[in-house]
């Protein structure tokens, strides 16, 4: 891959991020203004600044663009163009992945676009009069170059408008939205369309969507207030909201485009299709008048979205236990124990095994009749099991469950291996050993997703981590230098029920004891240079960095090699520590890449790190020498 000599850096917002466009290289700055084609008079700047010495967009006048790596070209729109424009990539050559961007005065991203051309992976963007469009850059995604055309043309004057704006003018117009009749919408960006909704059941979805147009609408009360939202639940980017005739009106449709783009589509209402009768009761004084659930007694339910259904629990002196399994997939169920007035006395959400799955205790001390009521969180409907069963206490844990419990049990013992079983808002606690040691999670239990953390004597969070053993298990390193007391925190994420295996292993030190690296800017100041295609590996614990300076000439540094989940990060520091570039995963995946010019006045350094601190890694880090093109 090539790389410039030296790299001055222009900072461009990109919505909610900062994009870096290397300047144009020396020999193509001894061209004059940055010029953005080899040889001969470039039609394009490829700096910003430099744009008003190229020829602005003219509308139909094709312009041809041939960028190398990381290059942009930037352009000016003529005066005589007007209100109202388009902006469009075509004739990509081979494996060109185009992006156009408009940007204001102060190099503010106003809109952009990836791939919403009508040519594959081309760009279109629009452009209104008011917008104050300063400038468009057209890029390519990726670290190649590539060539292809930019296009500027008038838009064609919007078409007369068949739909309210705001809500307002939706709530003004008193005649609801005609069911059965598809309407065409064309927005343009920041647009949306809103409609006043007739009464009874209805489905609401959209269809024959533009190529690269994703729709999402949503369901408002009289107050704006979004009661279902959604964005790809019908064909493909389509989006799709069922309306129920027990919905209090009146309720409006608002429909736009994802990212406040512009899109055209069609608006279908129709009407629901009767719901088939349910085989369960549905409301409260339904259930009271058949039969209760019997103790041991699954029943397979299939609920319409804003469903519930209602069972009639069994009197009697026994304790019970109320349980969801068996999810749907996307089915989320949450379980209601009711007096017979419709009291709710106690709810479960996800405290069953399964994930997703309730769980509701029935104490045979609570006043009959009793009732349960079982729904699903959301907008979707679902299938799940639900079964009444005796309950059973579980038996102790064979694991403390607080820190003063583990406080006062021996230590974990290295090399153990802890079978652990937690029902919903439970933990397990240990007392660690002294010595470095790595703590982790095996043998997750289905849907189980563990944390660990490391607390001090008072409970205080030491340290953390969800996924770093890898899938849903957690990886916790602890340094024989952290003053003990310390416990071991073993639970779940969200604190539902789960099981797993917790082990102990000893962390075998360094060969030689210490380090093979410098671990402060200090000692790699008086450490040798790190060396060219000498690839070191590091081995960090939680909170270390590894330091080592920069040799002269342009050179790119880049880790590699990740062990164990480990994010690595780059930085980039002057003698006094100070940040000057920094670079996550630019080196692909987790692994980062940073670029350092030939030209300095002063040592350089390169600090290596792990993401967030809070854990170790292992990983290469090795220079190599970024060679001009």
């Known amino acids: 891959m090539p790389r410039y000599p030296k790299a001055r850096l222009v900072a461009l917002p990109i919505l909610a991020s900062l994009v870096f466009l290397p300047a144009a290289p020396p020999a193509m700055a001894q061209q004059g203004p940055a010029a953005g084609i080899q040889g001969g008079a470039a039609p394009f700047a490829v700096r910003p600044q430099d744009a008003a010495n190229f020829p602005p967009l003219q509308p139909d006048q094709p312009v041809a663009v041939q960028l190398r790596p990381r290059q942009s070209a930037f352009f000016r ?9 388009v ?34 992976l081309a760009s279109r963007v629009e452009i209104a009069a008011g917008d104050r469009a ?10 190649g170059g590539g060539s292809f055309e930019v296009l500027l043309t008038r838009a064609a004057p919007a078409p007369p408008q068949n739909f309210a704006m705001t809500l307002g003018q939706a709530a003004a117009n008193q005649t609801p939205v005609a069911t059965g009749q598809a309407i065409p919408i064309r927005l343009r960006r920041n647009q949306q369309a809103f409609f006043r909704l007739p009464e009874g059941d209805l489905l609401a979805f959209t269809q024959n969507l533009a190529r690269n147009t994703d729709t999402v609408i949503a369901l408002l009360d009289g107050a704006g207030r979004v009661l279902v939202e959604d964005d790809d639940g019908g064909e493909g980017l389509a989006s799709l909201v069922e309306v129920a005739a027990s919905q209090r009106r009146p ?7 994802l990212g406040n ?8 209402v129709q009407a629901a299709p009767p719901a088939p009768p349910a085989d369960f009761p549905t409301t409260l004084v339904e259930a009271a008048t058949r039969p209760a659930l019997s103790v041991g007694q699954t029943t397979r339910l299939t609920l319409r979205p804003r469903q519930a259904a209602y069972f009639r629990l069994p009197e009697g002196e026994r304790d019970l236990v109320a349980l969801t399994r068996g999810l749907s997939q996307g089915a989320d169920t949450v379980l209601a124990l009711v007096d017979g007035s419709g009291r709710m006395l106690s709810q479960d959400d996800d405290g069953g095994d399964e994930q997703l799955a309730s769980r509701v205790e029935i104490s045979a001390s609570h006043r009959q009749p009793l009732f ?4 699903l969180l959301g907008n979707e409907g679902g299938s799940f099991d639900l079964a009444l069963e005796a309950f059973v206490a579980p038996p102790p844990p064979n694991f ?10 021996p230590p974990l013992a290295v090399g153990q291996q802890v079978p652990i079983r937690l029902t919903a808002g439970q933990s397990a606690y240990f007392r660690l050993p002294d010595g470095d040691l790595i703590a982790l999670t095996r043998a997750l239990v289905r849907n189980t997703d563990t944390v660990l953390a490391v607390l001090d004597a008072q409970g205080n969070v030491v340290a953390e981590d969800d996924d770093g053993g890898g899938g849903l298990a957690s990886r916790l390193e602890i340094t024989a230098g952290e003053r003990r007391p310390l416990i071991l925190r073993a639970g779940t994420l ?20 210490g380090t093979a690296f410098p671990t402060s800017l200090a000692a790699a100041a008086a450490a040798p240079v790190l060396g060219l295609g000498e690839p070191v590996a590091i081995r960090l614990r939680r909170g270390q960095q590894a330091f080592f300076r920069v040799p002269e000439g342009a050179v790119a540094a880049l880790t590699r090699n990740l062990q164990d989940n480990t994010d690595t990060v780059l930085a980039l520091l002057d003698e006094t520590g100070a940040v000057l570039v920094e670079d996550d995963d630019g080196g692909g995946g987790l692994a980062s890449r940073l670029l350092i010019e030939a030209e300095r006045k002063r040592p350089l350094f390169v600090r290596a790190s792990v993401f967030g601190d809070s854990t170790g890694g292992r990983f290469e880090l090795m220079l190599e020498r970024a060679m001009p093109r």
């Open 134 to 143: 300063a400038l468009v850059r057209a890029g390519i995604l990726g670290d």
């Open 494 to 513: 969200d604190g539902g029920a789960g099981g797993f295996e917790l082990v102990l292993e000893g962390d075998a030190p360094q060969a030689g004891g």
């Open 87 to 120: 902006v469009i990539t075509r004739r990509l050559g081979r494996g060109t992945d185009t992006v156009l961007q408009v940007l204001d005065g102060n190099g503010r991203s106003i809109t952009e676009d990836d791939d919403g051309g009508d040519e594959q």
């Open 77 to 85: 729109i003529a005066p005589e163009a007007g209100g109202d424009v």
């Open 261 to 268: 783009g512009a899109g055209q589509f069609e608006l279908m």
């Open 400 to 409: 403390p469950t607080s820190v003063e419990a583990a406080n006062a049990a």
């Open 251 to 257: 309720l409006f449709l608002r429909a736009g485009i």
């Open 372 to 375: 349960l009521r079982a729904a």
